[in-house]
């Protein structure tokens, strides 16, 4: 849970400016679907634990 907050406020709180409860609520929930579907979580154990992922550089 530590390292998931320490990534919500370094990836999303720290860049963007919220004005009320709502949006901050509409902020977090984009931000964990982004977080447990693209993200790979070898604690899932998908694929036996082992993941790899790659994306085009630019």
Do not use: F, T
Not at 25 to 44: F, K
Not at 50 to 55: G, T
Request: aromatic share 8%; with cysteine; net charge positive.
């Amino acid at each position: 849970m530590e390292r998931w907050v320490q990534s919500c406020r370094r990836e999303l709180l720290d860049r963007c400016l919220l004005w009320n409860e709502r949006r901050l609520r509409h902020a977090l929930r984009e931000y964990e679907q982004l977080y447990n579907g693209h993200r790979a979580h070898q604690a899932l154990g998908r694929l036996g634990g082992v993941l790899h992922e790659y994306s085009h550089a630019a």
